[in-house]
């Protein structure tokens, strides 16, 4: 099957997560994406071991499917040299690095379009490129530090990350979302353009209603664990045998778990009105619906709610996650064996479904140079050139 990119060119410089799974995302949809690596492999290669045979991790897995591997030293003339070709020939270079670094090797806008005017170049940092900021290096963590979310999350005597990078994922799919943007523009113009993400632009995204509600009323919250704040009951609950999660949002819904609960006196309590009302007694709402669950397994409980129509779901560790009936036969979940992995891997398939033209995975991750040779002799090196840089470790 063909995708809606074919013919579209991605030369990835990414690192971790915000640029080499925007890349992704592209060869998802038919995109040629090569991964630029260092020649020893790059430090996100190895996160999370999953091969006895080159050391790739879990996250690398997921977010370098579909994608060639080429290793290149870029300080040398050589390997500058290999660059500039490869540029000649992509549409979109994908970089999350700091524009200083960009600048050092060649890969910032103006460096770029010197060598093709039209190309397009996908970046992003931490902070942005402007501002007293604009030079900071950060991660994930920094982003979800500074935006107030860890302050409304875990208790107020302890701020709590999110273990899994959401700024990053979410900073990549947008970054993704703007590069097929740039992708339309330059069909119009003819012109090539860049496109900047930031971490902490995403998670202020995120987190913008709590910051407008700051801003114009100041209630001043602080966190409340798991415990939801702007409706009720709408908390983590511990049953015989687990917990479950229980969000009740809106009056017809709330109406349907009072009478689950036989507590329909509550409908005409002055204080419980609204969904934010109730938000204000949430204490009461979780004692109450605790004291459901605790009489109940997992099982019942959400036999009960689902009947009800009440929106619950079990708390799952990763492995109950994976063995889930619904997740495995809904499709979200792609099995690629990778070598030296003890087992294939489960991938998550491409999170946006277009039913006339889906995203697909077409490749596992590369092993790190699996394609150098095969590229650089489209490129115009003969297999002697070849052999010569990588003797001197060019590449």
């Not at 091969?51 to 290793?71: E, I, P, Y």
């Not at 015989?240 to 009056?251: A, E, T």
């Not at 959400?302 to 492995?319: H, I």
Request: proline share 6%.
């Amino acid at each position: 099957m063909q995708g809606v990119l074919d013919g579209v060119r991605v030369l990835d410089f990414g690192r971790f997560i915000a640029g080499p799974w925007c890349a992704a995302l592209l060869g998802d949809f038919g995109a040629d994406v090569i991964r630029v690596e260092k020649i020893d492999g790059g430090e996100d290669r190895f996160i999370s071991k999953i091969s006895d045979k080159d050391g790739a991790g879990a996250m690398f897995l997921q977010v370098n499917r579909n994608k060639r591997c080429l290793t290149l030293d870029p300080t040398t003339a050589e390997g500058r040299d290999i660059q500039q070709r490869l540029i000649s020939t992509a549409d979109i270079v994908v970089a999350n690095m700091p524009q200083r670094a960009l600048e050092t090797l060649g890969l910032d806008y103006a460096s770029l379009t010197a060598v093709r005017p039209d190309i397009i170049l996908v970046s992003n940092t931490c902070f942005g490129t402007t501002g007293p900021y604009g030079r900071k290096l950060g991660f994930d963590g920094l982003a979800q530090a500074m935006c107030g979310n860890m302050h409304l999350t875990g208790t107020p005597e302890e701020p709590m990350k999110s273990y899994s990078p959401w700024v990053d994922f979410g900073t990549a799919s947008l970054c993704a979302l703007g590069a097929v943007v740039a992708l339309m523009a330059r069909q119009q113009t003819g012109r090539g353009q860049e496109v900047q993400g930031a971490l902490v632009s995403t998670a202020l995204t995120t987190a913008s209603p709590a910051l407008i509600e700051q801003a114009v009323r100041a209630p001043n919250r602080v966190a409340t664990g798991n415990r939801g704040q702007l409706n009720a009951p709408s908390d983590v609950f511990a049953t015989k045998d687990g917990h479950i999660m229980v969000l009740v949002i809106g009056q017809p819904m709330y109406a349907r778990w009072a009478s689950l609960l036989g507590e329909e006196h509550w409908l005409e309590d002055e204080r419980f009105a609204t969904d934010d009302e109730r938000g204000e007694h949430g204490e009461l709402f979780s004692a109450r619906m605790a004291q459901w669950c605790e009489e109940r397994t997992t099982k019942e409980a959400l036999s009960d709610l689902d009947a009800a129509r009440v929106p619950a779901g079990p708390v799952y560790n990763p492995q109950q996650a994976l063995d889930d009936t619904h997740l495995r036969e809904a499709g979200f979940f792609e099995h690629l064996d990778y070598p030296g992995a003890p087992g294939p891997a489960p991938l998550t398939t491409t999170p946006v479904r277009l039913l006339e033209t889906p995203g697909r995975i077409r490749t596992r991750a590369p092993l790190l140079g699996e394609h150098t040779d095969e590229i650089l002799g489209t490129l115009g090196y003969s297999a002697e050139e070849i052999g010569q840089m990588r003797s001197a470790r060019v590449v």
